[in-house]
Nanobody, 123 residues
């Protein structure tokens, strides 16, 4: 099985910055892509950013210019640098990994999710 563990969430004032980290571990054959999603209070989960193993990135429009996703493939870790934070960025942030595992002699690709980390931005 695969585990994704997020860290770096917390309380920050509007205009401040926060850096989230997510480390993947377990029976990993290949990490094809990793990303960040978030669920604001009372709303559906939404895309924040993704990055492939080759370094291609994708951002939600509202995040461009403020958030930056990066990776350390050797450590199976993805980061999210969040700058110029706004109260509307308040949400539970979830790490996602599209990961191929080797189990019972077979290769299986699935999406795995972390437990989430709370980010709260005060006015």
């Amino acid at each position: 099985q695969v585990q994704l563990v997020e860290s770096g969430g917390g309380l920050v004032q509007a205009g401040g910055s926060l850096r989230l980290s997510c480390a993947a571990s377990g029976n990993i054959f290949k990490i094809n892509a990793m990303g960040w999603y978030r669920r604001p209070p009372g709303k559906q989960r939404e895309l924040v950013a993704t990055i492939t193993s080759g370094g291609s990135t994708n951002y939600a429009e509202s995040m461009k210019g403020r958030f930056t996703i990066s990776r350390d493939n050797a450590k199976n870790t993805v980061f999210l640098q969040m700058n110029s934070l706004k109260p509307e960025d308040t949400a539970v942030y979830y790490c996602n990994g599209r990961i191929t595992i080797l189990t019972m002699g077979r290769l299986d690709e699935s999406d795995y999710w972390g437990q989430g980390t709370q980010v709260t931005v005060s006015s």
